[in-house]
């Protein structure tokens, strides 16, 4: 199935991605509803911003029970499971992994016991940057990992070893040591928690439903369940909802760093973020565009379909004619099914198709969101020439990416991207436009109508707001590097060949199907919570 919005233009290569998105999280509580079906139908519309693993957690106020596996929404979950999944309150998670492998234990939303009897799920978007410090401690306290490696399932333990504290108190304690990005919603038997980090760098809305509240990373999720937006989750804020109502605590002076690349390419165009509209902003940047790079031409065409937008924008700032000339297959989407050489070779031309009619002979301006390593829009580029197009002017609305992403983006190293060795004309020549346009810092800034100190500009400007730890300790395959230094060094053995993170891609490939069979945990017992049998 194609992706939430129908972006496919940075899923081109499947074995060298563009940027990956963040990922999607949903929770609801309300008494007498169909809460799994609600968060299916959330966990949908945000599918777009994760689609490597799906999974949903409910209780009915006796016991949390998780049901995850790999893939797509629809492909994880069908009616009989989902009317399986009985209670008031629920949590779902569409994930790109951010931290730690695609396997079916990183799959979210994690699951913990108490030695008190209370049981603890969360799912998580963004991406700690202190991770390696908190599983020192946790390993200094002895508390168990259950195999998962990622920051997630490392949280819900940190929240589950205080069963001596309530899990609303265990949050107070717990949240004021993350450092880094995250929207979490968790939940225990009767409780829905959400809460968002200082600087509010991921997005994070509350709203209402007739008989119960809904937390989304999106407006559109609330908007397919029929829930009223409220208002957004504030950086350092903590959100309680039982049969007692809405209770909200601060755990932490704000300090607002929204993600500025929402704007550009991650959320929904239907999305609203700080009061402004999604689509509204892109369009506006296309306009920007426009009056920063203008250029003769008879066509204006975006790349479908993050490009739109913006190529709407520019359009009407420039007076060009705005058409198709790409066409998308809508039902190419992520597919476990790796294509072969030949087929990887076509490249572009399994999901996008010049319309030949009407680029040929045209001088042609090509909108798309962003440059990442520059495969995407050299394809475009050759397949437009060999439709007959006489030029073509690549326009960007963001500005070059040159630095990468450790709040929950997972973008190509910094070696990697293309915008870090090449000026603005080497990048034309390595992406063979006739001329390449890229919008204004400024620029992007201005359509957001957000001031720029309220923005994370880190991946554009490198100005990084949250301080990242020195060395290796970082990136997505942390956790699976330390883990692997702890185990040796217990043993006696040198580490010294384990000290690169990036070493534990594919650590464990044989688990990444292992789920496919056995996928539901439930929260009974210490013991059950962490094991799928």
Request: hydrophobic share 35%; with cysteine.
């Given at each position: 199935m194609p992706r939430g919005d129908g972006r496919l233009s940075h899923d081109l290569d499947p074995q060298r991605p563009g940027p990956q998105d963040a990922c999607g999280v949903f929770g609801v509580w309300a008494p007498g509803e169909e809460v799994a079906n609600l968060t299916y139908f959330g966990l949908y519309a945000l599918q777009h911003r994760g689609q490597e693993a799906a999974g949903i957690a409910v209780s009915d106020g006796s016991g949390v029970v998780v049901f995850k596996d790999l893939g797509l929404v629809a492909q994880v979950f069908d009616e009989p499971t989902l009317a399986s999944l009985r209670g008031h309150v629920a949590i779902g998670h569409a994930r790109y992994s951010t931290t730690g492998g695609s396997t079916w234990e990183n799959a979210q939303p994690t699951i913990r016991a108490t030695s008190a009897g209370t049981t603890i799920a969360l799912a998580h978007n963004g991406n700690l940057v202190n991770t390696a410090e908190l599983q020192r401690e946790a390993a200094e306290r002895r508390l168990d990992f259950d195999g998962a490696t990622n920051d997630t399932s490392l949280v819900t333990m940190l929240l589950a070893s205080r069963p001596d504290l309530s899990v609303e108190a265990a949050a107070l304690e717990v949240l004021p040591r993350l450092r880094g990005a995250f929207s979490f919603v968790f939940m225990d038997e009767s409780t829905l928690y959400a809460a968002r980090d200082p600087h509010g760098v991921r997005p994070l809305v509350l709203g209402r439903l007739e008989r119960g509240w809904v937390v989304a990373s999106e407006t559109a999720a609330l908007d397919i369940v029929g829930a009223s937006v409220v208002r957004e989750v504030e950086p350092g804020e903590l959100i309680a909802i039982d049969e007692d109502g809405l209770r909200s605590t601060r755990f932490a002076a704000p300090e607002p760093k929204g993600c500025l690349f929402e704007y550009v390419y991650i959320a929904r165009p239907d999305a609203t973020i700080a009061g402004r509209n999604v689509h509204s902003a892109r369009v506006q940047i296309g306009r920007q565009l426009a009056r920063e790079h203008p250029v003769e031409a008879d066509l204006v065409i975006p790349v479908p379909e993050s490009g739109t937008?913006?190529?709407?924008?520019?359009?009407?700032?420039?007076?060009?004619?705005?058409?198709?000339?790409?066409?998308?297959?809508?039902?190419?989407?992520?597919?476990?099914?790796?294509?072969?050489?030949?087929?990887?070779?076509?490249?572009?031309?399994?999901?996008?198709?010049?319309?030949?009619?009407?680029?040929?002979?045209?001088?042609?301006?090509?909108?798309?969101?962003?440059?990442?390593?520059?495969?995407?829009?050299?394809?475009?580029?050759?397949?437009?020439?060999?439709?007959?197009?006489?030029?073509?002017?690549?326009?960007?609305?963001?500005?070059?990416?040159?630095?990468?992403?450790?709040?929950?983006?997972?973008?190509?190293?910094?070696?990697?991207?293309?915008?870090?060795?090449?000026?603005?004309?080497?990048?034309?020549?390595?992406?063979?436009?006739?001329?390449?346009?890229?919008?204004?810092?400024?620029?992007?800034?201005?359509?957001?109508?957000?001031?720029?100190?309220?923005?994370?500009?880190?991946?554009?400007?490198?100005?990084?707001?949250?301080?990242?730890?020195?060395?290796?300790?970082?990136?997505?395959?942390?956790?699976?590097?330390?883990?692997?230094?702890?185990?040796?060094?217990?043993?006696?053995?040198?580490?010294?060949?384990?000290?690169?993170?990036?070493?534990?891609?594919?650590?464990?490939?044989?688990?990444?199907?292992?789920?496919?069979?056995?996928?539901?945990?439930?929260?009974?017992?210490?013991?059950?919570?962490?094991?799928?049998?």
């Open positions: 937008p913006a190529a709407i924008g520019y359009a009407e700032e420039s007076g060009i004619t705005y058409g198709q000339g790409l066409m998308k297959n809508p039902y190419v989407g992520r597919t476990f099914i790796q294509p072969s050489q030949t087929l990887r070779q076509l490249g572009i031309r399994l999901k996008l198709n010049p319309l030949r009619e009407n680029v040929r002979g045209k001088r042609l301006v090509v909108v798309d969101d962003s440059i990442v390593r520059g495969n995407t829009q050299r394809a475009i580029v050759r397949m437009l020439r060999e439709a007959g197009a006489l030029e073509v002017h690549v326009r960007i609305s963001s500005p070059p990416v040159s630095w990468p992403c450790f709040y929950g983006i997972d973008f190509a190293t910094r070696a990697e991207l293309l915008a870090n060795g090449l000026d603005n004309d080497g990048i034309r020549r390595s992406i063979g436009a006739d001329t390449l346009g890229y919008v204004s810092l400024s620029g992007l800034i201005a359509a957001t109508e957000q001031p720029k100190s309220r923005l994370c500009r880190a991946c554009f400007d490198g100005e990084y707001p949250i301080e990242l730890p020195a060395g290796h300790l970082i990136g997505k395959h942390v956790l699976e590097g330390v883990g692997r230094r702890v185990a040796a060094e217990a043993s006696g053995a040198t580490a010294a060949h384990n000290d690169n993170p990036s070493s534990a891609d594919g650590h464990n490939s044989a688990s990444a199907l292992s789920g496919t069979t056995d996928r539901m945990t439930a929260g009974l017992t210490p013991s059950a919570a962490t094991q799928r049998r």
